[in-house]
């Protein structure tokens, strides 16, 4: 079972040492209840790298907040 890092309240992540956006995709679609395949977790990738105007998402560091708010709309749909 992934470790609980995400805010609930917020929607957001805290990016600690050793993360990288495929980590924090997976964990964050199985603490909520989503299938965690390559496909959604690709696809939560894209998301992030949009919400949080990330230009490679290869480039995150230790300290970044991450806003998720609405990635995970309604029975998975995105509201982005």
Do not use: M, W
């Amino acid at each position: 079972q992934p470790q609980q890092h995400f805010e609930k309240l917020l929607d957001t992540y805290i990016v600690k040492k050793g993360d990288n956006l495929y980590k924090i995709a997976k964990n964050y679609l199985i603490e909520n209840g989503r299938t965690a395949s390559n496909k959604e977790i690709y696809s939560l990738i894209r998301k992030i790298t949009v919400l949080n105007n990330i230009e490679n998402p290869d480039k995150i560091f230790k300290g970044q907040k991450l806003h998720l708010d609405g990635l995970l709309g309604i029975k998975g749909e995105s509201f982005i």
